[in-house]
């Protein structure tokens, strides 16, 4: 069974909290009349990040980073960065996978 990128989001806000940072995963945000859905937002000393995500595949950094990018410009965020998911992680179970990432 392979894992949706949803679920690595969802693992990687997981793995911030229990180091101790406010993260959520795939909530919906509304900004100005329209919905948004990033992937991971992290509180952060008054400052909202976006980290958006991607699986690893051709193009997928310059994705990665627009998205990121889009989350700033639209006031989504503050910051934003752009993650790059092993392709492998696809194939690893949801029991493993917060140990692997």
Known sequence: MKQRQEVLNVTLAQLLMDRGADADAEQ???RAGN???PDVIVQFQGLRLAIEGEYE???A???ALKS???RVETGIAHL???VVYPADLKAVPQR???ARM
Do not use: F, P, T
Request: glycine content about 14%; cysteine-free.
């Open 68 to 70: 990121a990018k889009n």
């Open 28 to 30: 919906i945000m509304y």
């Open 35 to 37: 919905r948004h859905m």
């Open 96 to 98: 493993e996978l917060a």
């Open 61 to 63: 950094q310059d994705k």
């Open 57 to 59: 595949a051709a193009g």
């Open 80 to 82: 934003g960065i752009g």
